[in-house]
């Protein structure tokens, strides 16, 4: 059985390594993506015209109009001193092809004041890599490898390290395996607690070959727990319409949302939209008033593949909302207004809040400052733990080979 799970563990590590290289290093620095962000591009993000900020479904209109091969699919309505208006938009479909616009940008930056736009650019734009591109680009790859479209459908590279997860969380399970020792019959508990204790220690005057394999295996243990949690939310955030959510909803009361009930058009035909972000602001705004909800009205996004408005409730101050899982949203149909239903964080039932934990134990964000810092730490030791992993191997490779050269060598002294 052992030898079983060393063989298992060896060729999955193998298999997972480079992404877990690749996704761990990019997960250490995304922890911190929109501060960072900030930094490197304070011409986008910082505006300085005195006076009062234009309403922001005011300067979406203006957006569309002035970049008419695109339209307006979320932006915020907070106005925060100093700070730029952002919006996200898609291109359109031309209609003399029916195939969609190619404008190189999906952000817009503009002076809340002037209107004036700052700057534009593609958000995990792969070249050219530039200040204003960085942070998107790793974002990117840290969970879905840039990995392009093909027949039609534009997330493999998720769906790939969804898999990549999922090995992931079952190899984590025959690692904590592996680091046991094996039982003796009639030995006690404590005794066998004594021989199980080298796993967890260091030595780091036993030399580089000994090192190396200690912090595979006692940094693989100290963090186990950690590690689990961060390969299962990958599973379950990469894979969550494909898998995870069907799964939860046959073994357990789950929630649907209204996007989960939709079937998506496809990316290449979007829905056009019947009402605007001025109605469903009109509506978004009733509706929250007849449940009694007190946040202003934050955010507008049109999922356009679903036909799907969401209006977020929140203040400028709440960023992520309560532990990273987002803000009161409603939902409203596209074409006729009809409201779709809720979402409250941290409410339903206790799958519900399963499903809602994901992200924000994934992120770290449910521990606040702490959680991020923490997550950027295992995002290097999950690097190490996989470089290290390689070494093992490749070290026990280059041993078998000499020991097969000596027998060669030996066998040829003795018959000579």
Known sequence: MRTIMLKLHRYLGLGVALFLVITGLTGAVVSWDHELDEWLNPHLFEASTPGTPQPALALAAQVEATFPQVEVTYFELHDEPGHARYFWVEPRVDPTTGDLYRPGFNQVYLDPVSGDVQGKREWGAVWPITSETVMSFLYKLHFSLHIPEIDGIDHWGIWMLGIVALLWTFDSFIGFYLTLPRGKAGEERRAWLRRWKPAWQIRRAAGADRLNFDLHRAVGLWTWMLLFVIAFTAFSLNLYREVFFPVM????????????????????????????????????????????????LGSLWYAREFGIYRAEFFTAEEGHGAGGVGHKALYFDAGDGRYLGDFIPWEGTAADLFVQAQFPLHSGRILGLPGRILISVMGIVIAMLSITGVIIWWRKVVARERRATQRVLSAGSSSG
């Open 249 to 296: 909803s046959l073994v357990s009361d789950v929630t649907p949302s209204p996007l989960d009930q939709r079937t998506p058009n496809d990316h290449h035909a979007p829905i056009a939209a019947t009402l605007t972000f001025a109605d469903i602001a009109e509506l978004a705004g009733q509706k929250a008033g007849s449940l009694g909800w007190s946040e202003p």
